[in-house]
């Protein structure tokens, strides 16, 4: 009797449930990662994965944590003859022709390896408001 009243009266009412994130602000975290001898994808998504945080217990979609990621001996990147020949940058200009492509090995000659394992980093990341915050916090060292 007392158990098909209490199931009546669940059926019968509406209840509200309010779900709260709780916002906590740990510190910085550095992760630094050594390139040598490795491929440019692997140190790539190795960054971008901790740069969303996604290695650290206090992840959050919605929040750009405060993670620096450092990469090191980006010089020292096992790159094969068959990708830096291969592999072609492209860029508009806005302007009716102004398609520009550049392979991999002009574009390292012209602005250096970081800005190639930079453009890596950021083809991984969502495009979304966080990704210029959390783009800012990496570091790549020659």
Known sequence: MMRESLLTL??????TVTIMTLNTKPGPIIY????????LGRVASEAAHALLGKRSVHF???????????????????L?????E??????????PGGLRKMN??????????EDVVKKTV???IPRNKLRKPRMKNLIVNA
Do not use: F, P
Not at 61 to 70: E, G, M, P, R, S
Not at 80 to 84: A, F, L, S, V
């Open 60 to 78: 959050a979609k919605n929040q750009a944590l405060l993670i620096t990621v450092i990469i090191e001996n980006a010089s020292k990147l096992h």
């Open 10 to 15: 669940l059926l019968s009412s509406t209840y």
């Open 80 to 84: 094969t003859t068959r990708r830096t």
């Open 104 to 113: 991999m090995n002009e574009m390292i000659v012209k602005k250096g390896i």
């Open 86 to 95: 291969g592999k072609v940058y492209t860029h508009y200009t806005g302007y």
């Open 122 to 124: 950021d083809g991984m």
């Open 32 to 39: 630094t990662i050594n390139a040598t001898d490795r491929t």
